[in-house]
């Protein structure tokens, strides 16, 4: 009888989520093969990947290349992806220090400008 386990693992998610899930209107959801996913407004941020060896974060092209060139050891571009703005980041290879920044880039490109300035008002708050 064949298995029908997932090939990933969604604990490799859950440092990625928890931080996703700290900015404003953020949500949980259920992404491809029904991996775990973060989405802002309904817009996909990031997910585990299927295979669970690598995280789709949702950036722009420019920011996407300057992490691919800067951080070529944690960051890859598969080809189904070279054509759509995300990068994918390897599931152990990442700090948090890094992750939180490349979360923010994502979440900022796709927040409100509203929820944008609130979030920067209370983090200089802090």
């Known amino acids: 009888m064949k298995s029908y386990l997932p ?70 571009l598969p080809d189904h992806f070279k054509n759509h703005p995300y990068v994918c980041m390897w599931v152990h290879s990442y700090d948090n220090k890094l992750l939180k920044q490349v979360l923010t880039l994502s979440w900022r490109g796709l927040a409100t400008k509203k929820a944008i300035k609130a979030f920067e008002q209370t983090n200089n708050q802090l």
Request: charged residues 25%; contains cysteine; proline residues 7%.
């Open 7 to 76: 090939a990933y693992n969604p604990a490799d998610f859950e440092t990625v989520k928890q931080i996703a899930l700290s900015f404003p209107e953020t949500e949980e959801s259920v992404s491809h093969e029904g991996t775990p996913s973060v989405k802002v407004r309904g817009k996909l941020m990031c997910r585990l990947h299927e295979t669970g060896s690598f995280i789709p974060i949702r950036l722009n092209f420019e920011l996407r290349d300057q992490y691919l060139d800067s951080h070529p050891e944690l960051f890859h």
